[in-house]
């Protein structure tokens, strides 16, 4: 017991030594924060983007945000954890600029997700639940991103979105709906 309160201590004063060391402009420890939440927060930028351009994208802009607001970050909760809510909100921004470059450019078409290596099989894995979720439409799919695989509550959904509380709870019921009709037509068992 005493040597787990050790090691999370020590983890604790060496995050927030590299949190300074970031906020003095230490490119080795930017790099350092960056290589260590970029792999978990690119893959929530996937969940929301549907195709790895856009992911990128807003993962950069999420990392800019995570460094020009790090003097903001109160150490009330897990580094982890306040960056993964930017990263989510730059997911979201990147999503409203697709929308409306598509708007812009309706004659063009854009990139869409492409999985060529899942092949169906009759157990489900993540990246099959990933692909199916990038089926929703734009709403369904964050409201159900957020929810579901965020853990965020109604009341921040609709904050972050700019919808109210039940348009949210409607959404995330429409896309499990869709989710589930998708799970039959690929003969999975729900």
Known sequence: ????????????????????????????????????????????????????????????????????NLNKYRNDGPLGAWIRKIIV????DQIELKKRHQSIFSNVELDSITDQYIEWSDDMTYNQLIKLIGNLPVGYKAVFNMYVLDDMPHAEIAE????????????????????QKQMLEKNYII
């Open 1 to 68: 017991m005493e040597d787990s309160i050790t090691r999370l201590s020590s983890f604790i004063l060496e995050e927030q030594q590299l949190i300074s060391d970031c906020l003095k402009g230490n490119s080795t420890s930017q790099k350092m924060l960056y290589d260590k939440y970029s792999g978990q927060m690119y893959s929530i930028c996937l969940r929301y983007c549907s195709d790895e351009h856009h992911a990128q994208d807003a993962l950069q802009n999420g990392f800019i945000r995570v460094f020009r």
């Open 89 to 92: 909100r730059a997911s979201i």
């Open 160 to 179: 972050i979105l700019q919808i109210t509380e039940s348009t949210s709870r409607t959404q995330l019921k429409k896309a499990r709906t869709m989710i």
